[in-house]
């Protein structure tokens, strides 16, 4: 029995058009993959595979099982939406090190610190309390070396399981521990299939764990060409906008704002660079949509790839900065200013409020 290096599933040399397939001289080869990495790896070409989100579920909890340390990966640019749901049960007893990625995609005004501050927060809203919490970027190498040395001092001996929702960084970062690129990286979700064990010079494993599926972000629902401009990948450059009421931004065509009522405020967006933003009256806003959908304001360029934009209320209290955040897409910097705010974005998807990061 033989495994993909790449994504850690099963190799079978039966049916090409299923997960696991190889050509049989492929498995004479010294490094073996399946077809699906080989050409991620060399034509940078995305394949779609169906996940089972039950079935990584239960791979997730039988670290409860083990004694060993667990690392879980979090995207800074989307902290609740990467969040692991009841990750203190999946884990059972074992210490949690977290480690938030793509700190690069902040302004350089952003310090470290807050950044570690918010998930520290955020971990105890979730009922967890970390060993420790480094912030850096895995596909930068910043603080890698730190999060490393961190590994080493709490793992104490034992395996140490890296965990995350697709698309956190989460085989970039460990192709970074093991210091040569053997996990399969892409820009879609799910690359890792099966648990891959790697095992360290003290007979103990690093074992990389499918990504969870969280089907409450945008990032899911696009389609693998389009992904590359929904997730950014450099620096986010905020676009301000001052709004009256009953204006309206459009985040290309995945998600619809409305300043429904409130004083003149600043209002910034922090989304990929890629996407287009519209800013049009609120009155002319459906007609505008419906018109430009697919074409203008895309992704996504088939419309039919999403289910259709659902409303939410959200009322901004006023005396400081709020974020209106969209799960897997990017977030809106409220004013201090009291108003109504409606948001549309595709129904399932999470719409949240909190205290401003920046």
Partial sequence: ??????????????????????????????????????????????AVVEHDPDIYLQILGQIADTNSLVVQIVD??????????????????????????????????????????????YSKEMGIKPVDVVVGSASKQDK???????????????????????NVGKSTFLNYLLEEPIITTSPYPGTTLDVIH??????????????????????????????????PKSRLNPKVYQLNSDQTIFIAGLARFDYVEGQRQPFTCYFSNQLYLHRTKQEQATAF???????????????????????????????SKQDIVISGLGWIACGK??????????????????????
């Fill in 337 to 358: 200013e009291r108003g109504v705010v409606d948001v549309y974005a595709p129904k399932g998807i999470e719409v949240t409020l909190r205290p401003s990061i920046i």
């Fill in 144 to 166: 890698m070396q730190e999060v490393r040395n961190a590994i080493e001092r709490y793992r104490q001996g034992r395996d140490v399981y890296i965990v995350g929702v697709t």
């Fill in 76 to 121: 800074l640019f989307d902290i609740a939406g990467s969040w692991i749901p009841g990750i203190h049960r999946h884990i059972g007893n074992n210490p949690l090190l977290l480690f938030g990625n793509k700190m690069d995609l902040f302004p350089q005004s952003v310090k470290a610190g807050k950044l570690k501050e918010w998930i520290y927060l």
């Fill in 289 to 319: 949509y419906e018109k430009h959908l697919g074409e203008m304001l895309q992704p996504p360029h088939d419309p039919s790839d999403l289910p259709a934009l659902q409303k939410h209320r959200i009322v901004l209290t006023g005396g």
């Fill in 1 to 46: 029995m033989k495994f993909c290096e790449g994504c850690g599933i099963q190799l079978q040399t039966e049916e090409e058009k299923k997960p696991g397939y190889v050509p049989p001289a492929a498995l004479e080869r010294e490094h073996q993959y399946c077809k699906r990495c080989y050409r991620i790896r060399h034509y940078n070409e995305l």
């Fill in 198 to 231: 790697i095992p360290l010079d003290d007979g103990r494993n690093i074992v990389d764990t499918p990504g969870i599926v969280k089907k409450n972000r945008i990032s899911e629902w696009v389609s693998p060409k389009e992904l590359s401009k929904v997730i």
